[in-house]
């Protein structure tokens, strides 16, 4: 069982290139979520999805594109890389029927700088 | 202003020591309320989830104020493995949770 896993861990990019960050659960867990975390911000969410097919926007969704095709998998575009993207990225995903309502577990990061 | 506010620290506490965090949110609505650890470069991780009645886990005792919107959480007999970032947490209504900056925790030998 590897709970949430990410990837990559770690990409520079130039701007105006584009990337797809992977996040997958083997929990089978219906949400999942995806936050930036910058220095001084705490965790900013950018997109989230409440079951396969669904997806909806968090508080910071500009220049983010996001699918959720299968139920473990969840995946974050970056279209256009701009050096505003510069962050570390967490994945994380709950769902209903665990230890305590809306528990939400984190992937390790992506590590993302953008030039 | 924030959902979630709370004071950026850090704390710089000795062993052994008592210490409190404070967090203030500021939808009304909300009914989830948690704390979480994070460790530097670390992924967050939930330390405990706040109730009405407070409620305690060991060395940790997390209360909630409704009425001022206020959570609360005190680490007594602090350890060297205490010392990392804690975060406030509360649900936004939506299936969603808003996370406060974090207060940073130092223990010293």
Known sequence: ?115 | RKEVEQDPGPFNVPEGATVAFNCTYSNSASQSFFWYRQDCRKEPKLLMSVYSSGNEDGRFTAQLNRASQYISLLIRDSKLSDSATYLCVVDTGRRALTFGSGTRLQVQP
């Not at chain 1, 969704?61 to 995946?75: A, E, H, I, M, T």
């Not at chain 1, 995903?93 to 305590?100: E, F, K, M």
């Open chain 1, 1 to 115: 069982n590897a709970g949430v896993t990410q990837t990559p861990k770690f990409r520079v990019l130039k701007t105006g290139q584009s990337m797809t960050l992977l996040c997958a659960q083997d929990m089978n867990h219906e949400y999942m979520y995806w936050y930036r975390q910058d220095p001084g911000m705490g965790l900013r969410l950018i997109h989230y999805s409440v079951g396969e097919g669904t997806t909806a926007k968090g508080e910071v969704p500009d220049g983010y594109n996001v699918s959720r095709l299968k139920k473990q998998n969840f995946l974050l575009g970056l279209e256009s890389a701009a050096p505003s993207q510069t962050s570390v990225y967490f994945c994380a995903s709950h769902g209903t029927s665990g230890r305590v309502s809306y528990e939400q577990y984190f992937g390790p990061g992506t590590r993302l700088t953008v030039t």
